[in-house]
Every structure is written in C-alpha cells, then in structure tokens.
C-alpha cells in the first residue's frame, strides 16, 4: 500500500522537506508559475483579441474594394460585396469579443487567487486596480 507522500507525489505536487506540499508556493491546489502562466496566457489572449478586430477590418476592406468577379454574375457579385464585407466584419468582432472576454475572465481568476495568497498587488499595477501610481 503506497504511503500518503508517495501518492501526492504521484500525482504530480512538490513535496517540501517534510513532505507535505510548500502553502508559500501553492494558491488553492495551483502553484505561483502555473498562475503566472495563466496571467501570460490571458494577456496574449486579449492580445489576439485586438489582432483579430484588425485583421477584420482589414479584410472587410479588402472585400468591399475587391474587382474580382465571375463573368456571368458581375451584377450579382456587386451588390453582395457589401453583405460579404459586413459578414467578414461581424464574424471578426465576434471573435474578438470571445478571446477578449476569455482573456479577461481568466486574468480576473487568476488575481483572485494571487490575492488569497496575499501577493496580487503584484499581478496587477496600480493603475488597473483603480488606486493611484504615487
């Protein structure tokens, strides 16, 4: 029968030297770096969240100046270019939403577990946080 540290190690937590798992490094079963891996993650998903509304405005544009049409459906083709651009455009700000509301999400997890271990002032500079720089 595996003993208790045996089976905490099996599982994948760092045992201190008394073999229980360090509270300094841990926040509620998660340890600091797979927080801080968190914090990047949710910052390049925000990130992404802005390209992607770029990238639709771009192609939105790109759509609508677009004089690439087959030879039978010309009419056809002009008057759906605005449809098409508009769908381009509304697909990309959805999606720019969704990344942006997960980024957030996730970074607002993330500061309440830093904050339980009583370092999230770290997380998050003073002027998120709504208090002052100086």
Known sequence: ??????????????????????????????????????????????????????????????????????PFFEDLQRESRGIAAIGALAGGVAAAGALSGLGAILRLMVVDRLERLGDGSAAIPPTERGGSVG
């Open 1 to 70: 029968m595996p003993s208790a540290a045996g089976s905490r190690l099996g599982a994948g937590l760092r045992l201190g030297e008394s073999g229980r798992a360090s509270a300094a490094t841990r926040v509620g079963g998660v340890e600091r770096a797979t927080l801080e891996w968190f914090e990047l993650l949710a910052r390049a998903l925000i990130w992404a969240a802005g390209i992607v509304l770029v990238l639709a405005v771009i192609g939105s544009i790109a759509v609508v100046t677009s004089n690439n049409s087959l």
